[in-house]
């Protein structure tokens, strides 16, 4: 088994997760409050969190009443710095064709939110959705913002996904100029999305001067910190912008991006699930009804990209590139890989109980899958878990790739420790 380097490298470093959600959008838990963000921020290991849906009216009087200015720009509730933040869906006809696309806003103060929900309440129902659809142009957008407060920043929210993503097969651009036209200089970073990884964005030589930055996009609790990125430099509204501009980042936390709910292209109906081989050969359309496929984030890469790039897992499990770009690593989900160690559902008393205990002993979630000496997991929780935990580092898992809406599936057990999951067709190794 191997054990992994601290995942901190030096004391001016912070977690973010900067896109999740309030109760007050669509399909998200009602347990979503500033208390329990606050808290399972703790659990997870974060340090900076989007305060989420700041356009929503009941929410934004939560944000007022609740969090508490620091000063710096950011706020703070129960010891979790906060950052002004929500999202977007943006509605226009632009070239011809009608485009949907998410865009995450972050703001240095309340008073500045106060003036951007003005100018948008004239553009869509702000309370319709803690995710409004507002009908206004990308370009138009930024420059709105920009006229409230130069601070602004906007970042493309999951940014391959088919709906709603800047480069997605559905209703996406073939690049960022052609979406904000001149206005894309004030676009400092691209949020990667659960179904892409860093390296499929070095592809795209846009991006090299734009982070590439991982969020969760968390619509529950336990869902918080699936991607994260790790900043550098001051915790602070200046900080995190000249971070953005600079791309002063450690590192992203990862999902593996075969797990996305869009990796491959396919009909869900049909059980058809294409890789970009697949397309090549057979066509876009469903082998079993004959209707178009939903053209997957694998295969946009493929429609966008003009260039290859080599990666390696270093001594310390970060992914590398000789690029210069920052590093990432990928992680499953602690609860995951509990469950699969224990053979119970992800849900059971039994896997609450263990992953609270690991939890407690080596300080929070993102501590116990990149930083805890395997062996010292193996006192905690047992060899089987500890090995699931050891295989994730190294990557030796099993994912049958997501796609059309789906979530990818994923096995990090073997039935025997000594079998390596690559012994399973279609395995990550």
């Known amino acids: 088994m191997t054990d992994s380097a601290p995942r901190r490298e030096s ?24 208390e329990n963000l606050a808290r399972w ?20 009087l939560e944000t007022t009443n609740k969090l508490r200015e620091t000063g710096d720009g950011l706020y703070e509730y129960d010891g979790v710095r ?58 138009e957008l930024v420059y709105t913002l920009l006229e409230i407060d130069r ?3 906007v970042v493309p929210a999951h940014a391959w996904t088919p709906w709603f993503g800047i480069f997605g097969s559905k209703s996406g651009f073939d690049s960022l100029e052609e979406c904000f036209e001149d206005a894309v200089d004030h676009i400092y970073a691209v949020e990667s999305g659960l179904s892409s990884d860093p390296a499929m964005n070095w592809r795209i030589p846009e991006l090299d001067s734009r982070s590439i930055v991982s969020f969760s996009d968390a619509h529950s609790l336990p869902k918080m910190g699936r991607e994260l990125t790790v900043f550098e430099g001051e915790l602070s509204y200046q900080g995190l912008f000249d971070a953005l501009k600079t791309q ?18 396919g009909h869900r109906k049909c059980g058809v699930n294409y890789s970009p081989e697949d397309v090549k050969r057979d066509g876009r359309r469903c082998p079993v ?31 590398v590139a000789d690029n210069g770009r920052p590093p990432y690593r990928m992680l499953v989900a602690l609860k995951q890989i509990i469950a699969e160690g ?21 300080g929070d979630e993102l501590a116990v899958l990149a930083d805890a000496p395997v062996a010292d997991i193996a006192t905690v929780a047992g060899d089987r878990i500890a090995g699931g935990i050891d295989r994730v ?16 599936k994923v096995k990090v057990l073997p039935d025997r420790l000594d079998q390596p999951a690559a012994s399973v067709p279609g395995s990550m190794r």
């Open 41 to 60: 921020a703790k659990i997870k290991g974060i340090d900076l969190l989007a305060s989420a849906d700041f356009t929503h009216p009941a929410w934004f």
């Open 151 to 153: 601070r602004c920043l």
């Open 82 to 139: 906060f950052v002004l933040g929500t999202e977007l869906n943006c509605v226009a006809e632009l070239h011809g064709r009608h485009r949907r696309v998410h865009l995450l806003v972050l703001a240095p103060s309340l008073n500045v939110c106060k003036r951007i929900n003005a100018a948008l309440s004239a553009r869509g129902n702000l309370e319709s959705d803690g995710r409004p659809t507002i009908r206004i142009a990308p370009r």
């Open 289 to 319: 009804c004959g209707r178009l496929l939903t053209l997957g984030v694998m295969q946009r890469v493929e429609e966008l990209a003009d260039r290859d790039v080599v990666t390696w897992t270093d001594e310390s499990g970060l992914t």
């Open 11 to 34: 004391p001016m470093t912070y977690v973010a997760d900067l896109h999740l959600h309030s109760r007050f959008a669509r399909g998200t838990s009602r347990d979503l409050s500033f």
């Open 342 to 362: 224990l053979g119970v559902g992800i849900n059971s008393k039994r896997v609450g109980a263990d992953y609270l205990k690991l939890v407690g002993e080596f």
């Open 248 to 265: 002063s980042i450690a590192y992203t936390v990862e999902f593996f991006p075969q797990e996305g709910k869009y990796h491959h292209s």
């Open 393 to 408: 580092r190294r990557g030796d898992i099993f994912i049958e790739p997501g796609y059309d809406g789906l979530y990818g």
